[in-house]
């Protein structure tokens, strides 16, 4: 009999393909970073326990181009400081991508909060605009000139915060209990530039960074970096403070009930 691609894969096959992603070479990206100080109790408000803010009330929003391989990605990320038993680090709010391949693991195994989206990071000289969209709205843009190269920062740790959490198939809640993941980043950059512009937020009933506005522009670099990643589950959270906040995962939070049409199956 042929092969049946659904069926079960061997132990050889999972195995090679776990030594394969453990083998990945550097993947380099270059991208915008845009910082600023926002409305601290804004900031405040978007953050679910037993996450809390941090000294200053930061946004950061990361626009790059990715060199994978085979095909170039575009990812984006907007985030807001954020701190957790004594790390401080960054709370995503919303994740774009242009490739499906890029969700599927940050949601699934990390719990990121991707979506696809549009990302585009545009030079022309020393002119640089960059922008996430969604739904046809360019909801983040940051645009301006680059007037000088920095000294490349020494190799860095980041830590990300994301929820992992299976919505209940009843409606109720949640299927499981949801955890609370640290996920850290060792970030190398080969390429560093200053950016002065300015920072645009526009409305999105989809992706309502606008009610993070901008008081406070902190910096803008163009950089070239790479970095890896490793998660893990630090915590489980409390499911009834949690569920106020996971319409942040989804345009409408209804979908999560969206079943097919009766007889479709």
Known sequence: MARVRYGARTEAEIAAARTASAKLPDIWSTGVVALWESDPDAVAAVLPPPLKPTGRPLVRVNI?????????LG??????????????????L???????RALTGGREVFGEPKKLGEVVVDREGLMVRASLARHGIAFVEVRGAVTERLPLPEPSRKTDFYFKFL??????????????????????VRKLERITGDVVLRESMYDPVADLPVRRLVEITLGEKTSDQRGKVVERVDAQALLPYIHQRYDDPRQILDGPPEGSV
């Open 64 to 72: 790059s181009k990715v060199q994978l391989p085979g095909y170039p």
């Open 75 to 92: 990812a984006g990320s907007f985030a807001v400081a954020a701190a957790h038993d004594g790390v401080e680090g960054w709370y995503p």
């Open 94 to 100: 919303v994740m774009p991508m242009t490739h499906e």
């Open 167 to 188: 919505p209940a198939v009843d409606g109720s809640g949640f299927d499981t209990e949801p955890v609370l993941v640290h996920c850290v980043r060792h970030e190398k």
